[in-house]
């Protein structure tokens, strides 16, 4: 058995928890939201350790577990009318972090790559691709600044399985109020 990877885990899982205790201490509502952003980047690294040591040190099969990952990450690919849509968890702006992201990006193409090999849809020549990022009524300090970075790579992940080239895709960014907080991407053909 390999112990090193979950030794590594277990010390990362003890920096997180002191990271969250200590964020009880701070009174500065800025200070407070850095300090959480940094907890939110160190969860998602610690989701990917995880997820490597699994696959690696207790033999599971990765396709298997990335399934398992987005259903439990609410990650859904369908088609509705001659539009596909993709559902996934709320993207939060991250701009500290070029891989914070990361934690989405294997299960959403494992996703991607079930629906391609099921439906064999043809790629899109030119296609609109709206990302709505819907907030709750109750949450609007969700309303975001679309010049993220995790759209860019969900986009390029999604454009090696659907597009022919996605310098052709338009792109339409919108924030809108909804039920619960997701991120939607639709994905249609464009007209010439």
Known sequence: MEYKRLNTLIHS???VKLLAMSMYQISDETEFRKYYLT???QMERLTNETRTATVLDADIDRQFYLSEAAESLDISVRKYKDKLVIILPYLLPKRQS???DSYIID???SVL???VDINKPKKLERSLVIVKSVYAPDNEKLIRDNDNIEIRHVINAIS???FVDDNTADLLLCS???KETHTEIIITEREI
């Open 13 to 15: 899982i003890e920096q």
């Open 39 to 41: 907890l939110a980047l």
């Open 98 to 100: 070029i891989d914070s």
């Open 107 to 109: 299960p959403l193409v």
């Open 113 to 115: 790559k079930k629906y």
């Open 160 to 162: 090696t399985l659907l």
């Open 176 to 178: 809108r109020p909804g």
